[in-house]
């Protein structure tokens, strides 16, 4: 199993530009999050989706939107990036069975609006 | 509204000191409390986590963390920490019946060889 996978590691955006932060699990998890992490902060949940088809929004969704089409596939978009966008976003999966809902990160994409 | 309260944000220890981390959590239902690590450079990955049962959870690593649930804390400890912990940590709950987290504003503790 890769578990979570994210791409890209890195990228650097203009303000204005959009950009999809893609993330994939094969562990055939029903729940995937969103979280964005910044200095001091600890993580904050921009969105997330309990199944296909199905999606909500988290404590910071302003300028994101997600789409879960597939079980193993939750991307994430950003429309006219802003500075304030700058900060390191991690994915995760958990089950859905109650008693396993440990989270699995992904590796993490840091992103610089400039 | 839910929080999780972590009070140390930078802690400092040489090798062999003991390590104690506090988080403290605001909520009355049935909760999941976890604790994960990241190192640096890295993602998160979990440590250890309390669902039910004793209130006296061991980890990997050598790290455990106790439930008190009157204080609403599930504070970390190791005896003995390595120059290889030096990493950030994060208290999360998630609350009976969701599956969202919330997660403290972490701990960085750095262990001096």
């Known amino acids: 199993n890769a578990g979570v996978t994210q791409t890209p590691k890195f990228r650097i955006l203009k303000i204005g530009q959009s950009m999809t932060l893609q993330c994939t699990q094969d562990?055939?998890?029903?729940?995937m999050y969103w979280y964005r992490q910044d200095p001091g902060m600890g993580l904050k949940l921009i969105y997330y989706s309990v199944g296909a088809g199905i999606t909500d929004k988290g404590e910071v969704p302003n300028g994101y939107n997600v789409s879960r089409s597939t079980t193993e596939d939750f991307p994430l978009r950003l429309e006219l990036a802003a500075p304030s966008q700058t900060s390191v976003y991690f994915c995760a999966s958990s089950y859905s069975k109650r008693g396993a809902n440990e989270q699995f990160f992904g590796p993490g994409t840091r992103l610089t609006v400039l | 509204a839910q929080s999780v309260s972590q009070h140390n944000h930078h802690v400092i220890l040489s090798e062999a000191a003991s390590l104690e981390l506090g988080c403290n959590y605001s909520?009355?239902?049935?909760?999941?409390l976890f604790w994960y690590v990241q190192y640096p450079g890295q993602h998160l990955q979990l440590l250890l986590k309390?669902?039910?049962?004793?209130?006296l959870v061991k980890g990997i690593k050598g790290f455990e963390a106790e439930f008190i649930k009157s204080k609403f804390s599930f504070n970390l400890r190791k005896p003995s920490v390595q120059w290889s912990d030096t990493a950030e940590y994060f208290c999360a709950v998630s609350t009976s019946g969701t599956y969202k987290y919330i997660f403290g504003t972490g701990t960085r503790l750095k262990v001096l060889a």
């Open positions: 909520y009355g239902g049935t909760v999941n």
């Open positions: 309390y669902f039910s049962g004793d209130p």
């Open positions: 562990m055939n998890h029903n729940y």
